[in-house]
């Protein structure tokens, strides 16, 4: 299928959908365990990565946090 | 109303059919809090200053390090060991007569933030911890202050402004702090001194933008800024309605500090 990840089109072979929690490891996203997930414009529940599901021309955007400014 | 030398000083604002001689006494009647007066305050507070933003709020419980002045431009190296309000308030006062500086020489807590909040129009977060920066947040949402987000890590930064009530708030995006263990801080990952120039300098200008009621703000749009790739991306965020403190049943209905982030950052340096 393919994906926009991050505003990148991305291909994953040999899938017609995948469980977001699959997705986080077929793409080895960096610090699953906190990285905001946004499909097609919402951001998901952490609850329901296991049954949110992604197919074809979903737009998908991995969110992180950024603690730095002052020190 | 202005004298001549306002005129003068601010001659390329009042130029401006955005701002003209309305806008600037708008900006000289503003009140913006700047909570962090390092990296990101730097920028902020000297662009502010600089506009003639009438009165600024300063919050910073820290003094200057010898390893803050490769990007904190507000503190010169005489500075080293002062508090950094105090350094701040100098050169901003220095720079334009026209403003007052107001130090808070202090951290931000649950207990003091929404005293210190009340008295502004409009609040930038430029502090470098979670604790803060969800404190802020709350703080700024449950007193419906507008606010800027900023944060910095090597070379990536990201903001997005939050109109409480119209947009989408900090906490609709990331609804609890991160462990504090998983999440690198500039004193240990370090940080590009330029970065917080590009990001504070937006920071100050959705401020000037509120304040003179002109152009878009930064709201329901997360920004984020690569310098080593040299891109900008723009991530549309929409009000989120399982938000812990600005959806549709909110759990957070009054301040708490994030213990669990306290310690994110190494506060010292």
Redesign the interface.
């Known amino acids: 299928m393919q994906l926009t990840v ?2 990148k089109q991305t291909s994953i072979a040999d899938q017609e959908t995948l469980s977001v929690t699959s997705l986080l490891e077929t793409l080895q996203v960096s ?1 699953r ?2 990285v ?1 997930v ?1 499909l097609n ?3 998901l ?1 952490r609850a329901d990565f296991d049954g949110a599901t992604v197919k074809s021309g979903d737009a998908v ?1 991995f ?1 992180y ?7 | 109303m202005f004298t001549e030398e306002q005129i003068n000083r601010y001659s390329r604002h009042i130029l401006l059919k955005e701002v003209g001689g309305k806008g600037q006494k708008k900006l000289l009647d503003g009140r913006v809090l700047v909570i ?6 730097s920028p902020i507070a000297l662009y502010l200053a600089a506009a003639g933003v009438g009165t600024i709020g300063l919050a ?1 419980a ?1 003094e200057v390090d010898l390893s ?1 002045l490769q990007r904190q431009v507000i503190h010169f190296t005489p500075d080293v060991g002062k508090p950094k309000v105090l350094s701040a308030k100098e050169k901003m006062e220095a720079m334009n007569p026209d403003v007052t500086v107001r130090p808070y020489q202090t951290w931000v807590t649950a207990d003091n933030i929404a005293d210190i909040v009340k008295d502004y129009d409009f609040v930038i ?6 604790a803060a ?1 969800f404190l802020i947040n709350d703080a700024c949402v449950l007193a419906n202050k507008p606010y800027s987000h ?4 090597q070379f ?3 903001t997005m402004t939050v109109v409480p009530g119209e947009s989408a708030c900090y906490r ?3 609804p609890e ?3 504090q263990e ?2 690198p ?3 240990q990952a370090g ?1 590009i001194g330029v970065l ?1 120039g590009v990001l504070g300098t937006i920071q100050a200008t959705e401020a000037i933008k509120f304040l003179l009621g002109a152009g878009e703000l930064l709201t329901g749009r ?1 920004l984020t800024y690569n310098a080593l790739r040299m891109r900008f ?1 723009e ?4 009000k ?1 309605a ?1 938000c812990p403190i600005c959806g549709e049943s909110p759990t957070i209905t009054e301040l708490r500090d994030e213990v669990n982030a306290m310690n ?4 010292e ?1």
């Open positions: 991050n505003g610090q365990e906190y905001t946004e414009g919402e951001i529940d955007e969110l946090f950024m603690g730095g400014g002052a020190a | 962090g007066a390092g990296g990101l305050g910073d820290d803050n977060d430029g502090t470098d911890n979670f920066k900023g944060g910095i890590l990536d930064g990201q609709c995006i990331f702090p991160p462990p998983v999440i801080t500039c004193s940080v917080p997360l991306r991530i549309a965020i929409k989120n399982k994110v950052c190494d506060l340096h």
